[in-house]
Every structure is written in structure tokens, then in C-alpha cells.
């Protein structure tokens, strides 16, 4: 595994506003279509806490239900090719996750432990998708199992690099599996998904959001009500106006708990390790 480089103060910032721009840009095409999203995660947090970036994260977040990500999907090819693109394993098929990502055209970003992917590089925002989960928590749970396998077969490909001794083995084995099928398991489901439909709704090619609060109660931790997606506010993001979720407050506490206090130094550490990065133009 290749060690960690660290940004500049000044490469930091400019790559936070690398992502602003992609921001942007997605914003229009979304207007323009009148597709709806979120920013989510952090990135409705620095909104909310910060008024743009949380001065240490290195990312930005969006969430789409998705039959509105599959409309986006139908209008990528609106945003300005001169400054991002997007990335799915449909448009690449090298590219092992499910959600999607807004690549900035003319740079380079590799996480740390990625080095041998096939797939496109760049300086990125996450695009997720929220997919409809069973009414019952007993489907839930069983959903939650099954997408965890999924995941760790497209995780494959990077874990038998990154691992020794049995789990080098086993992951070895999984990555001998095509990745049509834990695509072709996700797409199911997601198949499944409409946004007039009554049920919770999650990223599935990522862990439950839910989950990372473990305070919240076991029939709401697999899945988000869709009206954190559909019922939105614009929120004032490094000067630029995006949307975001008109109970912020709910949906950051259903995350973070007490999201106003700050982490620690340990906890205010970038997200996405890297071992080589170049901007555009460089």
C-alpha cells in the first residue's frame, strides 16, 4: 500500500473549491430539469454549522431518491464537459461502487490502497441514491445483511490488495466473481424504488446511515423518511445558494446526535486518503 500524501492549507482549499464548482454545475443541471437532491451529510452539515465546507472535510455529499438520480442520470450529458463529469459503472465500467460520482475533468485523485483500479480518477463529489427498504424491520435487517455481501464482493478487488493471511484468501476468491452479480442484486432493488411509495429509503451500496448514531431506535435505523429528500430549503453553501433538507435539524441529530459540537483534533481528519492527486491544468 502506497503511504498517504498530505494537502497544503493552500491545495486544500483549492480542491474544496474544485468540488464547489462541480457543485455548482450539478445545481444547474438540476434546476434546469427540475430534479430534485440534497446536500447531505457533511456537506448539509457545513451548511448548517459552517455556512460552506467544514474547514477539514475534504468531500461533499448529495442524496437523491432515485427515480430522481436515474432522471439526472438521463441529463448528465448537460454539464459543461470542461468541468466534471459523471461516473457510474454504466459510463465506466472499471468503476466497482454503486453510487455515483461527479469527476472533475483534467485531475487526478487515488485513494490510498486503489492504485491498481482500471477505473477513472479525479477530484470528486458522491452522488448518492436512496432506494426503497421493507416496511418491516426483520426485512430490513435481512436487506442490511445481503447488501453488506454485495458490497464486500465489489470491495473485493481493493481488500485482496490491502489484507494478508485469511482475508487475503477470501477476498482474493470473491473478486473471481463477475461484478454483474452484486449489480445485478443492488438493481433489484432499486428497481423496486418510487418515490410515492410509503417506505424508509437508504443508500444500499453504503452502510446505513442510521448506524452511525447509535442511539437511534432499531425501526428507524436502516432507512430515512423520503421527505428529507423531497421537502427542501435552499441553504446558503460558500456564498452559492443548494439544497438541502427542511428538517436539517432531524435529519443531523438521526446522523451526528449533537451535531453542533465540534470533534476533537483525531476526529477532524480528511476522509479520503491519497496517494497521488493533480489539478486541472497542472
Same mark, same amino acid.
Not at 19 to 36: A, K, P, S, T, W
Not at 95 to 103: I, V
Not at 196 to 210: D, E, I, K, S, Y
Given at each position: 500500500?502506497?503511504?498517504?500524501?498530505?494537502?497544503s492549507?493552500? +491545495? %486544500?482549499?483549492?480542491?474544496?473549491?474544485?468540488?464547489?464548482?462541480?457543485l455548482?454545475? /450539478? *445545481?444547474?443541471?438540476?434546476?434546469?430539469? !427540475?430534479?430534485?437532491?440534497? #446536500? %447531505?451529510?457533511?456537506?448539509? #452539515?457545513?451548511?448548517?454549522? !459552517?455556512?460552506?465546507?467544514? =474547514?477539514?472535510?475534504?468531500?461533499?455529499?448529495?442524496?437523491?431518491?432515485?427515480?430522481d438520480?436515474?432522471? %439526472?442520470?438521463?441529463?448528465?450529458?448537460?454539464?459543461?464537459?470542461?468541468?466534471?463529469?459523471?461516473? *457510474? !459503472?454504466?459510463?465506466?465500467?472499471?468503476?466497482?461502487?454503486?453510487?455515483?460520482?461527479?469527476?472533475?475533468?483534467?485531475?487526478?485523485?487515488?485513494?490510498?490502497?486503489?492504485?491498481?483500479?482500471?477505473?477513472?480518477?479525479?477530484?470528486?463529489? *458522491?452522488i448518492? =441514491?436512496?432506494?426503497d427498504?421493507?416496511?418491516?424491520?426483520?426485512g430490513?435487517?435481512? +436487506?442490511?445483511?445481503?447488501?453488506?455481501? #454485495?458490497?464486500?464482493?465489489?470491495?473485493?478487488?481493493?481488500?485482496?490488495?490491502?489484507?494478508?493471511?485469511?482475508?487475503?484468501?477470501?477476498?482474493?476468491m470473491?473478486s473471481?466473481?463477475?461484478?454483474?452479480?452484486?449489480?445485478?442484486?443492488?438493481?433489484w432493488y432499486?428497481?423496486?424504488?418510487?418515490?410515492?411509495? =410509503?417506505?424508509?429509503?437508504?443508500?444500499?451500496?453504503f452502510?446505513?446511515?442510521?448506524?452511525?448514531?447509535?442511539?437511534?431506535?432499531?425501526?428507524?435505523? @436502516?432507512?430515512? =423518511?423520503?421527505?428529507? %429528500?423531497?421537502?427542501?430549503?435552499? @441553504?446558503? /453553501?460558500?456564498?452559492?445558494? /443548494?439544497?438541502?433538507?427542511?428538517?436539517?435539524?432531524?435529519?443531523?441529530?438521526?446522523?451526528?446526535?449533537?451535531?453542533?459540537?465540534?470533534?476533537?483534533?483525531?476526529?477532524?481528519?480528511?476522509?479520503?486518503? /491519497?496517494?497521488?492527486?493533480?489539478f486541472?491544468?497542472?
Amino acid at each position: 500500500m502506497n503511504k498517504a500524501k498530505e494537502l497544503s492549507p493552500e +491545495q %486544500f482549499r483549492k480542491m474544496q473549491l474544485i468540488e464547489l464548482e462541480m457543485l455548482v454545475e /450539478f *445545481d444547474r443541471v438540476c434546476r434546469d430539469n !427540475h430534479i430534485d437532491y440534497v #446536500l %447531505f451529510g457533511g456537506s448539509l #452539515l457545513g451548511a448548517v454549522r !459552517h455556512k460552506g465546507y467544514i =474547514p477539514w472535510d475534504d468531500d461533499a455529499d448529495i442524496g437523491m431518491l432515485r427515480e430522481d438520480y436515474n432522471r %439526472f442520470k438521463k441529463h448528465m450529458k448537460e454539464m459543461n464537459p470542461e468541468i466534471c463529469y459523471f461516473q *457510474d !459503472h454504466e459510463t465506466d465500467p472499471e468503476y466497482r461502487w454503486s453510487y455515483g460520482k461527479l469527476r472533475r475533468t483534467g485531475s487526478k485523485y487515488i485513494r490510498v490502497g486503489q492504485e491498481h483500479l482500471k477505473c477513472k480518477t479525479g477530484i470528486f463529489v *458522491d452522488i448518492f =441514491p436512496m432506494d426503497d427498504i421493507p416496511l418491516g424491520v426483520l426485512g430490513q435487517i435481512l +436487506q442490511d445483511w445481503h447488501c453488506f455481501c #454485495l458490497r464486500k464482493i465489489l470491495w473485493s478487488e481493493v481488500a485482496k490488495k490491502n489484507t494478508k493471511g485469511f482475508w487475503k484468501l477470501w477476498f482474493t476468491m470473491l473478486s473471481l466473481l463477475p461484478v454483474s452479480v452484486p449489480f445485478a442484486g443492488l438493481e433489484w432493488y432499486a428497481d423496486k424504488s418510487k418515490n410515492n411509495t =410509503p417506505n424508509r429509503v437508504r443508500c444500499l451500496g453504503f452502510p446505513a446511515t442510521g448506524t452511525l448514531y447509535k442511539k437511534n431506535p432499531i425501526s428507524e435505523r @436502516y432507512g430515512m =423518511p423520503k421527505a428529507w %429528500f423531497t421537502e427542501r430549503i435552499e @441553504y446558503s /453553501f460558500e456564498g452559492k445558494e /443548494f439544497y438541502g433538507s427542511r428538517d436539517y435539524d432531524t435529519v443531523l441529530k438521526y446522523i451526528y446526535g449533537d451535531y453542533m459540537k465540534l470533534p476533537d483534533e483525531k476526529g477532524r481528519e480528511q476522509h479520503s486518503p /491519497f496517494s497521488e492527486i493533480s489539478f486541472p491544468e497542472e
